[in-house]
């Protein structure tokens, strides 16, 4: 025991700085607080009614009510208990005060792959810290984005896994593959995933054409082979997830379009590339690599609103020097013209992409002496994912996966994969200091290319803070309409409104040249200490302490910029952070188990703040299904359709007096209900003709359906509609249950939402068939007589998919104790050899 902990004392000791960092960082969830994630408040509100009955049931429902008419809930929340990587990210998640478990996998999922990689653990420290604490990171969990934040953590490891088993470790590393890319695909975020996978492609087409030249190709083979077994178990661990993710995916607003009108040009499925490129890094705001807010941070007007600001100042004189007047001035010019401190060319940021000074400077030191092999795929990867994240901003090749490389065009904002790069710059800043540790260069020629280093990286932001103005506008490509707008609010005073816009440009070359002296210094800090350890005045473990502390500092004070202490709030408030209005209240008091209210106080197919207490007709998510997003575009855009409110048992509608603030809640009288019979059917050759109806009609007496299910259906046993009754009896969100009665053949309406990829219907237990009315609900043709009808949720995907998690997750545990037998079992060959 005491030669184990010889052994590992240094790796235990890092370790818990780590934790110490982590919640020194994080302090505030010590005093039982939790940080209030704008995406997690807003799951919370999608989740509701899945956790109800999770709840009362015991059994969580994989369909929900509360958003968009109704959705499966495979996005939103499912359990997936048969998959054993569930348990992992619980472990992550569930043990740990929310977000320390998530920045202590990314500390140590980086450690690990340094370790691998043959680097002194202190300076394998330096990395983790230099790749956990880049800024979007931090910008992630302060808005939410858990699983993404989550899904970069199993970065390192994956890649530490497949170099042990290219290294021979054939069982070992394969199994830890298994495990970590199991992992990772059950954080459910694909992009982030797909991302990952772009960057190990580059590295097997690295690793083939470096082992052709060393002829060595069978035993990458044979490498490549344990990792296939490795792809395959990971892909059965979470075969339900991915089989019902993938199912669900074609029918989303990722998928194909049912409107022949709008079938993209680019593709006939994915995003259009407007709507995929949105988010697209700025080629000059590539340099906030190295100079954090040279594009002024994060959307807003936090540094526009101090006293001595440029901008303050020339708005003041307007408001009589009023503080109060003047900031609220400002916020309204950041709000309504976008006068903010961020210039980019996004919609908006929550924070930019801040690598680190130092490790910036050593990946420019690494490109002129690393001599590892990895250094090509880390430069081709690094190259390829930057020119990618450009998107609009250089479509030559943005447009080239865009167009041709398989689901590429199924995800937005592009900048997204600069996380993969984030991985890549500081393991060549590392790998460089490990090559100076080595001591196969001659100290001469260390020193010539460290100094070159210096002044390429330390000389650019030298001049930035000198002469920012000499490569950055600081202006937006509309600051001239934006001034113009100005001019035109302040009644055409065109003087009064270019000192206000001057102002605003010169508050963002402030910040602009504050951040670049700053990287100036801290590049002197890290040249100062790399010298020293070439030139052997700092021992390794000296050198590597004080790089990993000034690693540290650098990128701690500037992730505070975007996630501190007051992003935390209680427990108690973020849980319960949507209070009820009185309308709320009013509504939540009419015990009908199933209809909906559509809330137009808020924006409301993007805020999911009503499904807190309401089954809605809109809500928050980034895959609705295609067919209700295709609704929301062609009737509700431009204006409200009644007769589509009334299809979808809209019993409510809560709208706000804009002069005074106060919500009224209005009861729509022409609710259709929860199913109905219909008294005629107007038949229509395709989805445009089907949109196109529903403009306008009465749901209540007609149904719109595609000829394409006329031999579900017989016209001519049609009757008045008012044929007996039929209604819901029991409502769980995944069973419904209706009771109905008639004297003859009727076809019935429900108004719910169509997806047939797992709801069947049941009359007295037989199922039956049933088919789409009205572009989204469901309708049935119903035999006569008493009947008890039910609509019951059984996806194959998930179920079969779950029973294939199981056995995958068996053949994981399995092959973990094989591999770690294996690998104990050759390290004691070696000791005794």
């Known amino acids: 025991m005491n030669n184990w902990f010889n052994k590992n004392g240094i790796h235990l000791a890092i370790i818990a ?31 509701k009614e899945i956790m109800d009955f999770k709840e009362k049931d015991g059994k969580a429902p994989l369909w929900t009510n509360q958003m968009f008419g109704g959705m499966p809930a ?34 140590f999922g980086a450690y690990f792959l340094f370790i691998v990689l043959k680097v002194n653990p202190w300076l394998a420290a330096a990395g983790a810290i230099a790749f956990t604490f880049t800024t979007y990171n931090f910008v992630l969990i302060a808005s939410g984005h858990s699983s993404k934040a989550l899904a970069i953590g199993f970065f390192a490891p994956i890649i530490a896994s ?25 954080t459910n975020h694909v992009q982030m995933t797909y991302y990952l996978l772009l960057a190990i492609l580059v590295f097997v087409l690295v690793e083939l054409y470096q082992a052709y030249r060393n ?66 890094q700025g080629v000059g705001e590539s340099f906030t690599f190295l100079i954090p807010d040279l594009y002024g941070g994060a959307s807003g007007v936090e540094e526009l609103v101090k006293p001595d600001g440029n901008m303050y100042k020339a708005v003041a004189e307007i408001t009589g020097g009023d503080q109060a007047q003047t900031t609220q001035a400002i916020q309204q010019l950041g709000q309504q013209l976008n006068m903010q401190q961020y210039w980019g060319e996004k919609p908006f940021t929550q ?3 801040y690598f680190g000074a130092i490790i910036c400077f050593l990946f420019v ?13 880390i430069l081709s990867t690094t190259i390829l994912f930057i020119l990618l994240s450009f998107g609009r901003h250089f479509p030559l090749v943005s447009n080239f996966f865009f167009d041709y490389f398989p689901l590429y065009n199924k995800f937005r904002a592009v900048e997204s994969i600069l996380a993969v790069v984030g991985l890549m710059v500081p393991i060549l800043a590392l790998l460089a200091v490990k090559e100076v540790q080595d001591g196969n260069i001659d100290q001469k020629v260390l020193v010539k290319k460290l100094t070159w280093s210096a002044g390429i990286t330390g000389g650019f932001a030298l001049i930035v803070a000198i002469a920012p103005t000499l490569f950055f506008s600081f202006q937006a490509s509309n600051h001239a309409q934006i001034v113009q707008a100005l001019t035109q609010s302040l009644q055409n005073n065109a003087g009064v409104a270019q000192k206000i816009a001057n102002g605003l440009v010169e508050d963002r070359i402030a910040i602009g040249r504050g951040d670049a002296f700053r990287s100036f210094l801290f590049i002197l800090i890290g040249f100062g200490i790399i010298w020293a350890f070439i030139t052997k005045k700092l021992n390794a473990q000296l050198a590597f302490g004080l790089l990993a502390l000034a690693i540290l500092v650098d990128m701690w004070q500037v992730d505070r910029r975007y996630l501190n202490n007051k992003n935390f709030e209680p427990k108690t408030t973020v849980s319960n952070y949507f209070q009820p209005r009185d309308v709320d209240n009013f509504i939540s008091a009419d015990k009908d188990p199933n209809f909906r209210v559509f809330d137009a106080s808020i924006n409301t197919f993007n805020d999911a703040s009503t499904s807190s207490f309401h089954k809605t007709v809109g809500g928050y998510h980034a895959a609705k299904l295609k067919r209700f997003d295709e609704l929301i575009q062609h009737q509700f855009t431009k204006s409200i359709n009644q007769d589509v409110l009334d299809m979808l048992n809209t019993k409510y509608i809560i709208t706000q007096d804009q002069k005074t603030g106060s919500y009224k809640m209005q009861r729509n009288p022409t609710a259709a209900g929860n199913a109905w019979f219909v008294e005629s059917i107007q038949f229509v050759k395709n989805s445009d003709e089907e949109m196109k109806a529903i403009s306008s009609f009465d749901a209540r007496k007609e149904a719109i359906v595609d000829e394409s299910f006329k031999g579900l259906v017989d016209s001519k046993i049609l009757g008045t509609g008012q044929e007996g009754f039929i209604k819901l009896t029991n409502y769980n969100p995944d069973h419904l249950t209706y009771e109905y009665s008639t004297a003859k053949e009727v076809v019935a309406v429900f108004s719910e939402i169509y997806y047939n990829k797992g709801w069947k219907m049941y009359i007295d237990g037989v199922e039956k ?18 009947h008890k009808l039910e609509f019951i949720f059984h996806p194959t995907s998930y179920y079969a998919g779950e029973n294939i998690s199981l056995a995958g997750s068996i053949l994981l545990l399995a092959a973990l104790g094989f591999g770690i037998y294996a690998e104990n079992k050759k390290k004691s060959i070696e000791v005794k050899a």
Not at 23 to 41: C, E, N, R, T, W
Not at 367 to 377: S, Y
């Open 17 to 47: 700085i780590f934790v110490v960092i982590t919640f020194a960082y994080f302090s505030p969830v010590l005093q039982g607080k939790a940080p209030a994630q704008s995406d997690v408040i807003q799951s919370q509100a999608m989740q």
């Open 74 to 107: 495979y996005q939103i929340w499912v359990p997936y208990a048969y998959n054993g990587a569930t348990y992992g990210i619980a472990l992550i998640t569930k043990a740990l005060p929310n977000p320390t478990g998530t920045v202590l996998l990314l500390l």
């Open 769 to 786: 068939p049933y088919f789409r009315a009205d572009y989204v609900l469901r309708a049935a043709k119903l035999e006569a007589g008493n």
């Open 351 to 353: 924070g930019g992409y």
């Open 215 to 280: 002829k060595t190709i069978s035993n990458l083979i044979k490498s490549f082979g344990f990792l296939a077994l490795s792809v395959v178990l990971a892909i059965m661990i979470n075969a339900s997830l991915l089989w019902s993710t993938a199912e669900y995916a074609k029918e989303t607003n990722r998928g194909k379009s049912n409107l022949t009108a709008e079938t993209s040009s680019d593709k006939d499925s994915g995003m259009s590339k407007e709507y995929a490129y949105q988010w697209s």
């Open 365 to 377: 030191f690494g490109l002129f002496i690393v001599r590892n092999p990895l250094k090509w795929w």
């Open 162 to 186: 497949i170099l042990l088993t290219i290294r021979g470790k054939y069982w070992y590393g394969a199994s830890l593959t298994a495990l970590f890319l199991a992992l990772e695909i059950r």
